[in-house]
């Protein structure tokens, strides 16, 4: 089983990426896919997930109207569209899946991504 993230890169402030979360050896479909990230110094933070039973996202306060997830089963993948990107925004995202529609923390998820770096100039 393995999660691959990516999308990552170098943009200014108010510009935009796509990170991707591709998975082999399970179907994204069937999990609760989940986007966290990590600052340098700081805690890893839930910034999205999206529930694999009814559909339903979840986003941080800190990325709301500017984050958008999205799943692709046919290509395995769930994205991540940043949009209005800030410095603060800057941190290794990773993509994470959990079995669980209920999911709290990210204990909760047993199977992780690699992560991708963002970095945000200002």
């Known amino acids: 089983v393995q999660l691959q993230a990516s999308g990552g890169g170098l943009v200014q402030a108010g510009g935009s990426l796509r990170l991707s979360c591709v998975a082999s050896g399970l179907s994204l479909d069937s999990y609760t896919i989940g986007w966290f990230r990590q600052a340098p110094g700081k805690e890893r933070e839930g910034v999205s997930c999206?529930?694999?039973?009814?559909?339903?996202?979840y986003y941080a306060d800190s990325v709301k109207g500017r984050f958008t997830i999205s799943r692709d089963n046919g290509k395995n993948t769930v994205y991540l569209q940043m949009n209005s990107l800030k410095p603060d925004d800057t941190a290794v995202y990773y993509c994470?899946?959990?079995?669980?529609?209920?999911?709290?923390?990210?204990?909760?998820?047993?199977?992780w991504g690699q992560g991708t770096l963002v970095t945000v100039s200002s």
């Open positions: 999206t529930s694999h039973v009814d559909g339903m996202t």
């Open positions: 994470a899946a959990a079995l669980s529609e209920v999911v709290k923390t990210p204990s909760d998820f047993g199977y």
